[in-house]
């Protein structure tokens, strides 16, 4: 059978799945909603540092007065105004620990601030000046977060409190004084310019994953769905070779993938503030090796889930560990050694790498030729394999 | 050329250790409309999907419009038109949408596809529902465009495997008489499933009878009738609501009827012997005022020979075989035992 009639089978093929697609006011919409809904909730579940303002904290400023000095107001009054600069804080007045501790549990405030009764008197007597900090420990992650921020705060107040000792108690400059206090200096500087955040890193994961989910799960739902049908024996039973339309569902498949490739992409720059260091073209070229490296693992699983139930329970179960262990979500480096192990076996581990370098780091193709070797391997390996399966499967 | 259209040699099909197809042998001759007559579970699905190259066969090997299926299935495609129990069709796409895409998919080029789309839709008067979608249609008017979408390619041989399953008895008129025309219009060979008598009665040239994967009969559809009846005897019901001694009489001792038999006061049930057996009768009853108001030709009919033949009556073979659910109808109405 010619290649150009194969090609021409598959294109209707397509053209046929694309306009079927196209009525679906449903499928339409989950499109665009889909690659949305993935960037927002990955917003949500990892809040990133600036994502963090106008948290309720509850302030308890106990302190005593001595000789009519109170260094617990002017501590809370500098605190105010750091806040003023950063708004993290929404705080109000509480009355003392216990009073904190039921605000918390009501849902109330998110932590807590108290100066103690003696933090003017201890100061002055030479002693260090305690401050307690409270968190809501039922919600780690932001317990974790406030807790680094408000004794960050602190700390700053009390290094800037340290340098005015310094130069009026022994007359070290004020240009000195960080010097004396803090010999070490340390400077975080990316290789790429601006700060980096989160979306940066999840958004070319998540571009992976959409179009590795299009293809692993579309592509064996389409056909088992078209078995199930009934529509497929059409198909079949005309003079058309197996592989226009295979080809055709996969051409199908990877448009709409790509599309939402795409989308996110858009979604990352436009409202995430994701900027692209490297070259579009490269990412482009990214996605189509993608698609390539993950349609023979579609067919595979195409031909031995004989029912669209099937279909979806196999998918499910190599697509989970597939999300989580690939580094889309976190980071690979920071897992256990065996389960760093386990990921480099995934495709999708190197197709994520890959496009975090180029999306992120701006790199060019040598630095990805591992990424992309692993890709094109991996998909030639699969296809192999998967060819051969489903055409068997396809006439049981 | 053969006049031979289909060839089945002991064809067979194993699914696991069951025998689903078992050693079929069978010919359709070219232009017949050739039936498959059996219960529910009979195999006659797998039957026609082994010879649309659908399935491969187990055992035994056929030959449609003169290849191979199994070593030039791509030949065999390019000579069929498949109609399945669950139809072919893109419920999304409108009705020339759907019969485009077939049509591309024989390489038809599009300005004779055009034409011959708007062709077919004439034929099942569908004309103006040709750019509506599927999901549109009542189940009947989807089978319309079902039926000719496997006419795109202007088979020489079309399979039908339960056409008329879970429609109206409108639509299920109107399909048969599709049927009919198509085979006598474009001199189309069709062989066609079907579970119902009446419907391979009506329809067929010649008719196999398929049972737990084996034909146990096979003939025309008098022909089978009359191996039931061992003659060309005829019994039939007259309802005469005049009738007395003197009409009874008369009828008795006409030459070409072998036994009268009174039920009631207005029913009388006759045998006869004979081509021209029931012509003769009439006359007689006219000739002696007779009105006559019904008359039922209570000749066996198909149930008889498969009841005759398997030794069970037609029926879901239950343990077996699961009702194939056809997509936007009720399952195939069950043959009504025959009304006494
Ligand atoms: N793919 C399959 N795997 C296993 N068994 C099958 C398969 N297809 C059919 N069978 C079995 O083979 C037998 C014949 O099935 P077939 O569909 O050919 O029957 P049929 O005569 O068309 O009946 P129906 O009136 O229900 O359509 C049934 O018992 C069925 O359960
Ligand atoms: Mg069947």
């Keep these: 059978m010619g290649l150009r009639r194969v090609v021409r089978h598959s294109a209707w093929i397509c053209w046929k799945d694309l306009l079927e697609f196209s009525r679906s006011k449903l499928r339409m919409v989950m499109l665009v909603l889909m690659p949305l809904f993935m960037m927002m909730m990955v917003g949500f579940i990892f809040p990133t540092g600036d994502s963090i303002s106008q948290q309720p904290i509850a302030l308890a400023n106990q302190d005593l007065a001595v000789n009519g000095t109170s260094l617990g107001d002017s501590f809370v009054a500098q605190l105010e105004a750091v806040n003023e600069q950063t708004g993290m804080m929404d705080l109000s007045d509480a009355v003392g620990f216990d009073d904190i501790k039921s605000k918390i549990q009501d849902g109330e405030v998110m932590g807590g601030i108290i100066v103690p009764s003696t933090f003017t008197s201890d100061i002055l007597a030479g002693r260090q000046g305690n401050i307690t900090v409270l968190t809501d420990q039922s919600n780690p992650q932001m317990s974790a977060t406030m807790q680094s921020v408000l004794t ?29 206090l803090k010999p070490y200096n340390v400077e975080l500087k990316g290789i790429v310019p601006g700060d980096p955040n989160y979306f940066e890193f999840v958004a070319p994961g998540i571009m992976a994953m959409v179009v590795m989910m ?48 795409f989308i996110i992409l858009l979604l990352s720059v436009l409202l995430f ?95 990805i030729l591992t990424d992309v070797l692993v890709l094109a391997v991996f998909g030639s390996v699969l296809l192999a394999v998967a060819v051969p399966m489903f055409k068997k499967a396809m006439s049981r | 050329m053969s006049d031979v259209a289909i060839t089945a040699t002991r064809l067979t099909k194993k699914f696991g250790d069951f025998t689903a197809v078992d050693h079929i042998s069978f010919n ?107 999901d549109t249609f009542s189940t009947g008017m989807k089978q319309r465009i079902n039926v000719i979408r496997a006419l795109v390619n202007q088979p020489e041989i079309l399979f039908l495997d339960e056409p008329t399953l879970g429609l109206d008895p409108q639509s299920t008129a109107e399909v048969r008489e599709l049927v009919r025309r198509i085979n006598i219009e474009n001199r189309t060979t069709i062989i066609l499933t079907t579970h119902m008598m009446t419907e391979a009665d009506m329809l067929c040239d ?71 057996s029931f012509d003769i009768l009439v006359d007689v009853l006219r000739k002696n005022g007779a009105q006559i108001r019904t008359v039922r030709n209570l000749e066996p009919t198909l149930e008889d020979v498969f009841l005759k033949i398997t030794g069970h009556e037609v029926r879901d073979e239950v343990a077996k075989a699961p009702v194939p659910q056809r997509r ?13």
Excluded: C
């Design chain 1, 152 to 180: 960050q705060v602190i700390e700053q107040m009390g290094f800037l409190m340290a340098e005015q000792n310094l130069n009026q108690t022994y007359g070290v400059s004020l240009e000195q004084a960080p010097a004396v």
């Design chain 1, 214 to 261: 299009s293809l692993m799960t579309g592509l064996p739902h389409a056909i088992s769905y078209e078995k199930d049908m009934g529509t497929l024996d059409g198909m079949l039973a005309a003079p058309t070779s197996r592989w226009a339309i295979i080809l055709g569902k996969v051409m199908a498949q990877s448009s709409t993938g790509l599309i939402q490739g």
């Design chain 1, 273 to 367: 503030g994701v900027s692209i260091q490297g070259s579009i073209l490269l990412v482009l070229l990214l996605i189509i090796l993608t698609v390539f490296s993950f349609v023979g693992l579609g067919i595979l699983i195409t031909s031995f889930a004989d029912k669209e139930e099937t279909a979806t329970m196999v998918m499910m179960t190599l697509m989970f560990p597939m999300m989580f262990l690939s580094g889309v979500f976190f980071p690979i480096q920071q897992m256990p050694s065996f389960m760093q192990t386990l990921a480099s076996f995934l495709p999708l581990t190197y197709a994520a790498d890959a496009l975090r370098k180029v999306m992120v780091l701006g790199a060019g193709t040598e630095a």
């Design chain 2, 28 to 134: 359709v001759e070219k232009g017949e409309i050739f039936g498959l007559l059996g219960p529910n579970g009979a195999g006659k699905s797998t039957v026609i999907r082994m010879l649309s190259t659908l399935s491969t066969s187990t055992e035994g090997s056929a030959t449609v419009a003169g290849f191979d299926v199994r070593k030039e299935a791509a030949k065999v495609r390019e000579h069929i038109g498949l109609v399945s129990e669950k139809m072919i069709m893109y419920d999304e796409l409108t009705a020339r949408e759907n019969l485009t895409l077939f049509g591309k998919l024989y390489d038809i080029p599009s300005d004779v596809l055009e034409k011959r789309i708007g062709k077919l839709l004439d034929f099942v008067r569908m004309q103006q529902w040709a750019d509506h979608r599927i």
């Design chain 2, 206 to 276: 010649r008719i196999g009878i398929i049972d737990r994967g084996k034909i146990v009969a096979m003939d025309t559809p008098a022909g089978l009738k009359r191996s039931v009846s061992g003659s060309d005897a005829a019994l039939f019901e007259f309802e005469i609501p005049n009738l007395d001694s003197n009409i009874l009489s008369s009828v008795k001792s006409t030459g070409s009827v072998s036994s009268v038999v009174q039920d009631d006061p207005t029913h009388i049930k006759v045998s006869s012997v004979g081509d021209d």
């Design chain 2, 328 to 340: 936007g109808g009720p399952p195939g109405m069950r043959p009504k035992k025959r009304v006494r």
